[in-house]
């Protein structure tokens, strides 16, 4: 089973277009409990909520070698039927990119990651000869310093372009495999709709919803493919931290759940 199939399969399963960011924070999780510890009872409480979960890799990286085995143990404990994807944003070169993505792949057993794209094709490529797994490569991000870069307009031979069009232009020219995607921000609704105009049949994971800002009925509107799939909406802080008490997983269920619901609602509307 490929990432694709499996988050098909995972969205279908669960009524959910929801990732939940599993970016979590030794300094915000409750006392007494180890990173795994939180991780476990945060996917015991929303793992029929959601279409996949997405560790950041910083939280881990900043932990050391117990910070690596917490993110080891978590990807293992993911119920097999639900993606997982590695928000790494790798992009490197040569022996280096591979072994990014041996890490990555082989190794932490991820079903996805993000990966930058400003080194061009030979960053990306050692990701991509992962067949069977999804590879999100940034190009709208969420963040306001996005326009620095991603806004300016370059020229290219039908007219000028801004530069994360050229990114999704060349993503689609590299989808050799189909399980190359996206990363395009909910803050930035009018791009996304333009994205996925003009690649129907990419998936998407879009951050920015809760905490960022975004827009949940237009990220739903513009952002899915035209069976209501392939978005995949991220939420981390919102759920993760809904509580900081010992309540917190009873909490970030009730999140969760209302998060998704909220989705379906808008989805269900877009079919009126």
Known sequence: M????????????????LCVG?????????DGLSIFEFNRAIIDATADLVCAYKPNLAFYEAGGAGGFEALKRTVDYVPDNIPVIADAKRGDIGNTAKAYARAIFSYFNFDAATVNPYLGFDAIDPFIQYH?????????TSNAGAVDFQSLRCEVEDGQHPLFEIVALKASQWNTYGNIGLVVGATYPDELKQIRLNYPDLPLLIPGIGAQGGDLALTIRYGVDARGEKAII??????????????????????????????????????R
Request: with cysteine; charged share 30%.
């Open 2 to 17: 490929n990432f694709v199939e499996k988050l098909t399969g995972a969205t279908r399963k669960n009524r959910s277009l």
């Open 22 to 30: 599993l970016d979590s924070d030794p300094e915000l999780i409750p």
């Open 132 to 140: 069977d797994r999804g590879i999100f490569i940034l190009c709208r």
């Open 234 to 271: 991220n939420s981390s802080r919102q759920i993760i931290y809904a509580s900081r008490g010992s309540d917190f997983a009873e909490a970030a269920r009730r999140a969760a759940s209302e998060l998704r619901e909220q989705i379906n609602q808008h989805l269900s509307s877009l079919s």
